[in-house]
């Protein structure tokens, strides 16, 4: 069984059995109406929808524009007072367009960019439990998709697990750490990956807040406003298609650290608008095919970004 189908086996039964207990000879009475209602007023969904633009990622070479579209969907159902199932689903799709020719993937025959649009699937399930007034746990699974469009879904296809726990001995401070297990890129064993969350209410209306590669400070500016200076690494790794020339399983590293100020206005309790602007630092493309790498740099280019988020 491949790990997609592993990873959604195991989520699916996780979810069940936490949902369902069924006890052995005894049939289960049906919810009642106070229940049913009692959840839905406690579930908790969230959207976001994010477009963003880069200009001239490779000015050495072909110059390049990117467009970004960021979806997001998250889903809080709550199993008791002190335990919830969090499952969250994250879609991405990544358009380059270069003004001249690249060699960056071998045997790529596209006019314009050397490889086609890149798309970025995640689906995480998890539970979330608070052991006591200051300690919290999580755990979970999730499976992840990241692929040039063409390419087998199936050697782009990653799974794994996650755990940790928490510690917040006020409102002013939280500190969370924990592990996570992933497969690598067309099943070459498997990683460990550390993960790390600080949130510090440094003084009335200013936060520090640190989640595993990305880094933020925030100013309150009005009731419903601030203003954020905001940075991260953000390395990706997707499957390309086959092409002629190119080795099976050629693979296209994506590493770059934005540093951009964020003005985040909340016009309603249910509505969340972010304007973004700054530059795409260290920018580097690379593909790998076999013991072959081509690669193309950036220094510096301007980032613009938008998003809007909703919350029922």
Do not use: C
Request: glycine share 10%; no cysteine.
């Amino acid at each position: 069984m491949g790990v997609l189908g592993w990873a959604g086996r195991a989520a699916l039964a996780l979810t069940w059995g936490l949902l369902v207990p069924a006890p052995v000879g005894a049939e289960e009475p049906a919810p009642s109406p106070r229940l049913l209602q009692h959840l839905v007023d406690r579930t908790r969904v969230r959207v976001r929808l994010r477009p963003e633009f880069v200009f001239a990622i490779d000015p050495s070479g072909a110059d390049a524009r990117l467009a970004t579209t960021r979806g997001y969907l998250r889903l809080r159902v709550p199993l008791s007072k002190r335990a919830e199932i969090d499952t969250q689903l994250r879609i991405a799709n990544w358009n380059f367009d270069f003004d001249g020719e690249s060699e960056l993937i071998t045997g790529s025959e596209r006019s314009g960019t050397p490889f086609g649009e890149l798309y970025d699937a995640r689906l995480r399930m998890g539970t979330n439990f608070q052991i006591s007034d200051a300690w919290f746990a999580t755990s979970g699974m999730f499976v992840r998709t990241d692929w040039e469009e063409g390419a087998d879904l199936g050697e782009a296809t990653r799974g794994g697990a996650y755990g940790g726990f928490a510690w917040q001995p006020s409102p002013n401070f939280f500190l969370g750490l924990g592990i996570g297990l992933q497969s690598k890129l067309g099943g070459d064993g498997v990683s460990a990956v550390p993960l790390a969350e600080l949130r510090w209410k440094v003084r009335e209306g200013t936060r520090f807040v640190i989640r595993n590669r990305a880094a933020r400070i925030v100013q309150r500016v009005a009731e419903n406003a601030t203003l954020e200076v905001v940075t991260r690494l953000e390395a990706r790794r997707f499957r390309l298609e086959e092409r002629n020339g190119a080795a099976s399983g050629e693979d296209l590293e994506w590493r770059l650290v934005p540093i951009f100020l964020r003005y985040r206005v909340k016009p309603a309790e249910w509505l969340r608008i972010d304007l973004e602007a700054g530059a795409s630092l260290n920018q580097r493309l690379r593909s790998k095919d076999g013991d072959r790498h081509h690669t193309i740099r950036d220094s510096a280019s301007p980032l613009f970004r938008f998003e809007i988020q909703t919350r029922y």
